[in-house]
């Protein structure tokens, strides 16, 4: 497998597309003094509520990944002398899940699917969260360069020195590009329909691939409407998403913090893994194959008992040519 690693040096009206403010620059990360503080978990210091990440109102703490553009530094940092708290006025939660966060870099912010029969990629045509980065420039620029994104069959990308076929080896499990370089932008070719284009995008997009599931009991301490969540002890720095309730978000873990909870128990964890892992491209194949075969075995099965049932005795030969139903 090759990486694109290259930065590519894009026209000036280009660059100024892609670096535009869709994004909102100025954008703070949320904090509130003790009696301003609404329902929610943070990270406490100093007198100071810093709110958790929140990657989106259409995503779930548990979606098999997460991602962002430009707002790495709205992800606040667990460290000694902090703690992570929940306030709350209402029904404190029976538990708490949370999930270790695995760092995948830098991608395009656009989930891309395998055509099934060709050696192909399309970008998906929904503009939902979780196949577009919402924060991310490319959909806005996609969605000025081309009228829909029907029936595209993306080939190729390009850095500034080389032009790669498209394939598995560059796209992680949920299709997202891997190996590019922050902010880099590259070049995507592609046929919508019969219609040859040329697109950039840009690498502004930070993801976090979900790596397992954990929950926390008996983990609160009360302090009229405040309790500080006692995390575990084994929890490795790094970053982590927190469900509580309705209440969720993600924080970095720092080294050297003390933790004094009980050991992380790892959440029947079925669902999760089913989610993560998924059928392999070639499973899906076999899939498709074998239900191919039982469907052609049944047509056949099914035309040789209706042609046995209207056709005379004295006349038992009839042309029958082989059917083979469309993919």
């Not at 703490?61 to 460290?79: H, K, N, R, V």
């Not at 929940?86 to 395998?114: C, H, N, R, W």
């Not at 070719?189 to 995008?201: A, D, L, M, R, S």
Request: proline share 5%.
């Amino acid at each position: 497998m090759r990486k694109i690693t290259k930065l590519l040096a894009p026209l000036l009206t280009l660059s100024l597309l892609l670096t535009g403010c869709v994004q909102d620059q100025g954008k703070q990360m949320v904090r509130y003094r003790r009696d301003k503080v609404v329902d929610g978990i943070y990270v406490f210091k100093d007198d100071i509520y810093y709110g958790l990440y929140q990657f989106g109102d259409r995503t779930s703490p548990s979606a098999p990944f997460q991602w962002e553009a430009g707002e790495d530094a709205l992800i606040p940092e667990l460290e000694p002398g902090s703690e992570l708290v929940l306030f709350t006025t209402g029904v404190v939660p029976e538990e708490i899940t949370l999930y270790s966060m695995d760092d995948f870099g830098y991608t395009a912010g656009i989930k891309f699917s395998q055509y099934l029969t060709s050696k192909n990629f399309t970008i998906s045509k929904d503009d939902q969260y979780e196949n577009y980065c919402p924060t991310s420039v490319n959909l806005p620029y996609l969605n000025q360069t081309l009228t829909s994104k029907e029936n595209i069959r993306v080939m190729s990308i390009s850095d500034d020195t080389t032009k790669y076929d498209l394939t598995n080896n560059m796209l992680n499990k949920y299709g997202l590009l891997k190996g590019l370089t922050k902010d880099a932008v590259y070049t995507l070719y592609f046929y919508q329909g019969t219609e040859y284009h040329e697109v950039k995008i840009k690498a502004d997009t930070r993801a976090f691939i979900l790596n397992k599931a954990y929950t926390v009991k008996n983990y609160l301490e009360l302090e009229d409407k405040h309790f500080s969540i006692k995390l575990p002890k084994n929890m490795s720095p790094g970053f982590w998403m927190i469900e509580a309730g309705n209440f969720s978000g993600m924080f970095y873990l720092l080294p050297d913090v003390e933790l004094f909870g009980e050991e992380l128990i790892e959440k029947e964890a079925q669902n999760v893994e089913e989610m993560n892992e998924g059928p392999s491209q070639e499973e899906l194949l076999q899939e498709i194959d074998e239900g191919l075969d039982v469907e052609i075995e049944q047509n056949e099965e099914t035309q040789s008992v209706q042609d046995t049932s209207e056709v005379p005795e004295e006349n038992t030969q009839t042309d029958n040519p082989e059917e083979t139903p469309e993919g």
